[in-house]
């Protein structure tokens, strides 16, 4: 639980690992973009990003069991705004994941997340055995 205890949320929400609940993170994730002025180019990035670790918490982690909570929660620092998700799972290795850019696995219906978590966000830090994720994502667009 160190992950939680580093961040001071500015906001948070727990619910129970059901497929449906991913709307409550949206809802979540589009207030605190509009409500501290995530520039709109970044919008899709962060909302990608963390579906698929809501997602991943929800089926993978918590393995679709309703009695299980995942907690999503955010911090505003300085120019940066950090997610963190957290599951009740065991975690998973996330140094040794399938390359899904690797042609045997392209044709696979899984596995692109945390690929996409890495592209998307600015950080990316996996904790308590991949269990608790942090992505940090600038509130600046990116100027050339």
């Given at each position: 639980?160190?992950?939680?205890?580093?961040?001071?949320?500015?906001?948070?929400?727990?619910f129970?690992a059901?497929?449906e609940?991913?709307?409550?993170?949206?809802?979540?994730?589009?207030?605190?973009?509009s409500?501290?002025?995530?520039h709109?180019?970044?919008?899709?990035?962060?909302?990608?990003?963390?579906?698929?670790?809501?997602?991943?918490a929800?089926?993978?982690?918590?393995?679709?069991?309703?009695?299980?909570?995942?907690?999503?929660?955010?911090?505003?620092?300085?120019?940066?705004?950090?997610?963190?998700?957290q599951?009740?799972?065991a975690?998973?290795d996330?140094?040794?994941?399938?390359?899904?850019?690797?042609?045997?696995?392209?044709?696979?219906?899984?596995?692109?997340g945390?690929?996409?978590?890495?592209?998307?966000?600015?950080s990316?830090?996996?904790?308590?055995?991949?269990s608790?994720?942090?992505?940090a994502f600038?509130?600046?667009?990116?100027?050339?």
């Open positions: 639980m160190a992950a939680t205890e580093e961040l001071a949320f500015t906001e948070r929400i727990d129970p059901k497929a609940n991913i709307a409550l993170a949206e809802k979540l994730i589009d207030e605190a973009c409500r501290y002025g995530v709109e180019s970044l919008y899709g990035n962060i909302l990608i990003a963390l579906t698929e670790a809501v997602n991943n929800i089926h993978h982690g918590n393995a679709l069991d309703p009695t299980k909570t995942v907690t999503l929660g955010y911090e505003v620092k300085d120019d940066r705004i950090v997610f963190m998700v599951d009740q799972g975690g998973f996330f140094n040794h994941l399938p390359d899904p850019t690797d042609p045997q696995n392209l044709e696979k219906p899984h596995g692109r945390v690929f996409l978590m890495r592209a998307l966000a600015d990316i830090e996996f904790r308590d055995n991949g608790t994720v942090a992505l600038s509130r600046q667009p990116v100027t050339d």
